[in-house]
């Protein structure tokens, strides 16, 4: 059975920093992409960030470049989201997706909030 588990999310001042964590399970881990993506209201889902499976590859949107930092620890089945200099814009519900295949996404978490307010 797979499983996808978010956590780490909460309220933060704007400036503030986040890690999110992503568990996942029922999967090889190791030999899939991990990524984030978000969804504000009333606003379309985005990529956030992605990783390959051994974390050689790396992209991330635009809007968080030079912010963010995707991870991932394969002896843990683990993958971060390291979140600095948060914006009230940053403010979404963030998914992580595992994907069998680049920019693929198989499987879904069920999401945890990040708000940015002061």
């Known amino acids: 059975q797979v499983q996808v588990v978010e956590s780490g999310g909460g309220l933060v001042q704007p400036g503030g920093s986040l890690r999110l964590s992503c568990a996942a399970s029922g999967f090889t881990f190791s030999s899939t992409a991990m990524s984030w993506h978000r969804q504000a209201a009333g606003k379309e889902r985005e990529l956030v960030a992605i990783?390959?499976?051994?974390?050689?590859?790396?992209s991330y949107g635009d809007s968080v470049k030079g912010r963010f930092t995707i991870s991932r620890d394969n002896a843990k089945n683990t993958v971060y989201l390291q979140m600095n200099s948060l914006k009230c814009e940053d403010t979404a519900v963030y998914y992580c997706?595992?994907?069998?295949?680049?920019?693929?996404?198989?499987?879904w978490g069920q999401g945890t909030q990040v708000s940015v307010s002061s």
């Open positions: 990783i390959s499976s051994a974390g050689r590859i790396i």
């Open positions: 997706a595992a994907g069998r295949l680049w920019m693929k996404f198989d499987y």
